[in-house]
């Protein structure tokens, strides 16, 4: 009985001390500046991982940029996990605007946080809340990194690049894996190799380039940095002495934040150093071998087969080498069967801090006899670095048993006296005791393949018509074409797999609906054309806010969700067909 209260007491303790679900909102002022942004901040408490809060509402206000972040708070004992959304609002007109409460669905309820009145008056109210007077980011939050410079002060430029390999001292033909490392205090946008990128007396495989790159902060000199792995490469030296990996020079694009979100990125050219990589040779035995760590698999061959059969022997070498030059060990043909050709595949796999790979022989094994039929073991030899020796291994032999009765190649018999045939074979043998056919029957003498022949002519005339006679009618009539524009982004937006496509879609819809040229079409000419339009305030927000979320997404190391992307575009699309008519 007293154990059974105790138990009940630590359950009621545990319940206790879970956290209570928690849905609220804040501002960071009152009364701003119609120049000035507001942060709106929704938060959410003992929730996880929360899809972010409904704030579609928001009317007198537009949404520059939003943010997410995550937080623990360890108080009493008890653990609080924090979700907060972050919107930067620029406000539309001035008066006392209102912000109306952001919903969510929780555990299949519907919560509703705070409502707000603000005093918006002309220009700027001065200092605020430190975040709402820095201008949003397209690297904030979790996008790529949040620069350390601070705004209204000269940039200083403070952008390197590094470079490290796993091993300076290997022998022949090891696995090096080298890398190079942007440590950076400014907002970098792009990252483009501009010499060439070989390794003079390597052997060299490159690391596919990843869509996205998450970089991680260090302290170097007392300063912070972020530093990220921008390339990587597997390297196998293929001759002994000193060899020199070279300097790669690129060309980066450095963002200043003391000018216009908007500015143009200015180029800069950075190079790592070079490195000295010490290779020796071999020993004797080793020579000629391949260097790494390797396991050899045969796949068992079971049950009985037909004598008659073509079996297919499977080979696996697996491990840490340069698998593209793998030798793959041979199986001898014998007198109770016949090896053919191996169908050799090789892949690789770059999750692992060393590349590894795998070699994988396909080998077609035909037999003589039946009963059973016994393959050797497979032998392969490599060295491996680490215990400085030659390693062999041997796969276990296969045992094979065959049924049935082997059936004699079957060749024809020859229907004329060898000495009335200038030359044997195949082919003449079939030409005299063969049937001769009805020329008129063959297919090449149809009247189909006639039509067939002819038809891509047929093709070429029509696709001529359709682009000198009906294009031209097509683009003289001002309602179909404006049509014909709409569904064509509609259809293209229907079929984005990226959510920074977005931006390029909407701005090639703009020039053909507006004739605006690239270099015109900013958020600021977009709201002036649509409220001169009569747009409805909702869709010119909404418009906007995918727009400007589009490009930094380009940016982002997290990529939206392919719901929030599926409802974007749905939403994007209500807005184009709404919109149209008033553009037209």
């Not at 070279?246 to 143009?264: C, H, I, K, M, R």
């Not at 070699?359 to 073991?377: D, N, R, W, Y």
Request: with cysteine.
């Amino acid at each position: 009985m007293r154990r059974r209260t105790i138990l009940w007491l630590s359950l009621l303790s545990l319940l206790a001390a879970a956290p209570e679900f928690e849905f609220r909102a804040s501002i960071n002022a009152d009364k701003i500046g119609l120049d000035d942004l507001l942060v709106y901040t929704v938060t959410f408490r003992g929730a996880e991982k929360p899809q972010p809060p409904d704030v579609s509402a928001i009317q007198d206000f537009r949404i520059v940029q939003s943010s997410r972040s995550s937080e623990f708070r360890f108080v009493n004992g008890i653990s609080s996990h924090y979700t907060h959304f972050e919107y930067f609002l620029r406000p539309l007109k001035t008066g006392t605007l209102s912000i109306p409460p952001a919903t969510c669905i929780y555990e299949k309820q519907t919560h509703q946080s705070e409502a707000f009145q603000i005093e918006v008056v002309e220009g700027s109210v001065g200092p605020l809340d430190r975040r709402s007077q820095r201008r949003p980011s397209v690297f904030d939050d979790d996008l790529t990194f949040q620069p350390f410079t601070r705004r209204n002060q000269a940039q200083e430029i403070d952008v390197k690049l590094q470079a490290e390999v796993s091993k300076e001292n290997v022998v022949v033909g090891e696995q090096i894996v080298y890398n190079i490392l942007l440590v950076t205090r400014n907002r970098i946008e792009s990252v483009n190799p501009v010499s060439g990128q070989t390794f003079p007396g390597f052997w060299s495989e490159w690391y596919p380039v990843p869509r996205s790159i998450d970089g991680e902060v260090r302290q170097i000199d007392g300063k912070q940095y972020h530093v990220y792995e921008i390339r990587k490469a597997a390297l196998y030296p293929r001759r002994a002495g000193k060899l020199t990996i070279p300097a790669f020079q690129f060309e980066l694009g450095l963002v200043d934040d003391t000018l216009s979100f908007f500015s143009t990125p200015r180029s800069l050219r950075r190079e790592p150093p070079e490195i000295h990589v010490t290779v020796d040779p071999l020993p004797a035995a080793a020579e000629g071998l391949p260097v790494g760590e390797f396991r050899l698999d045969m796949e068992p061959v079971r049950g009985n087969h037909d004598v008659n059969d073509i079996l297919t022997l499977v080979l696996r070498i697996r491990g840490r080498g340069n698998i593209k030059t793998l030798p793959v060990p041979e199986i001898e043909s014998h007198e109770a069967y016949e090896v053919f050709p191996a169908k050799i595949t090789r892949e690789y796999d770059f999750s692992a801090p060393l590349l590894s790979g795998t070699v994988m022989a396909e080998i077609p094994v035909s037999f003589k006899t039946a009963g059973t039929v016994e393959l050797p073991p497979v032998s392969f030899s490599y060295f491996n670095p680490d215990s400085r020796r030659v390693v062999t291994l041997s796969s276990d032999p296969v045992a094979i048993d065959l049924t049935g009765t082997k059936k004699e190649s079957q060749q024809p018999a020859l229907s004329v006296p060898k000495t009335e045939i200038i030359q044997t074979g195949d082919d003449i043998d079939f030409i005299k005791k063969g049937e001769i056919y009805d020329q008129n029957r063959f297919f090449h003498r149809s009247t189909f393949f006639g039509l067939l022949f002819l038809a891509p002519f047929l093709f070429n005339v029509l696709l001529l018509l359709k682009i000198r006679v009906w294009n031209p009618l097509m683009k003289q009539n001002r309602f179909l074409n404006h049509k014909k524009v709409l569904n064509q982004t509609v259809k293209r937006l229907r079929q984005v797999r990226d959510y920074g496509e977005i931006q390029r879609l909407l701005e090639e819809y703009l020039q053909k609906k507006t004739g605006l040229g690239l270099s015109e079409i900013s958020h600021r000419s977009i709201e002036e054309l649509l409220r001169k339009s009569a747009v409805s305030d909702y869709d010119i927000d909404a418009f906007i806010r995918i727009k400007s979320q589009s490009e930094s997404s380009r940016f982002s190391p997290h990529r939206p969700t392919r719901e929030a992307l599926n409802h974007d575009v749905n939403t994007l699309t209500a807005i184009l067909r709404r919109i149209d008519s008033r553009l037209s």
